[in-house]
């Protein structure tokens, strides 16, 4: 079993403001493929925030996201990292990390999440 944990969110940070969300992978001997951020906002459906596929180093990013969002991580240590500058209260959402041995669109693994409450 494989297990994820994202850490980093659960205060409060204002508009403008930077945090930076971790993710790390636990349990049985696991190699992703490629692992990814996601968001829900309160009443709306879960969204797709950034991808890293490990082999090609190849990033994707939301539009949403763009040019304030950085994903980076390390494959060996199974470790994944969101910094996220430049926060708008729109932002707010609980995010999950998300990793794959064989695919970079759907993900089997999932972390529980981490709340991120940016205010204005």
């Known amino acids: 079993q494989v297990q994820l944990v994202e850490s980093g969110g659960g205060g409060l940070v204002q508009a403008g403001g930077s945090l930076r969300l971790s993710c790390a992978a636990s349990?049985?001997?696991?190699?992703?493929?490629?692992m990814a951020w996601f968001r829900q906002a309160p009443g709306k459906e879960r969204e797709f925030v950034a991808r890293?596929?490990?082999?090609?180093?190849?990033?994707y990013y939301a539009d949403s996201v763009k040019g304030r969002f950085t994903i980076s991580g390390n494959n060996a240590e199974n470790t994944l990292y969101l910094q996220m500058n430049s926060l708008k209260p729109e932002d707010t959402a609980v995010y999950y990390c998300?990793?794959?041995?064989?695919?970079?669109?759907?993900?089997?693994?999932w972390g529980q999440g981490t709340q991120v409450t940016v205010s204005s």
């Open positions: 998300a990793a794959d041995p064989r695919s970079s669109v759907s993900f089997a693994y």
């Open positions: 890293i596929i490990w082999s090609s180093g190849s990033i």
């Open positions: 349990g049985r001997t696991f190699s992703s493929f490629a």
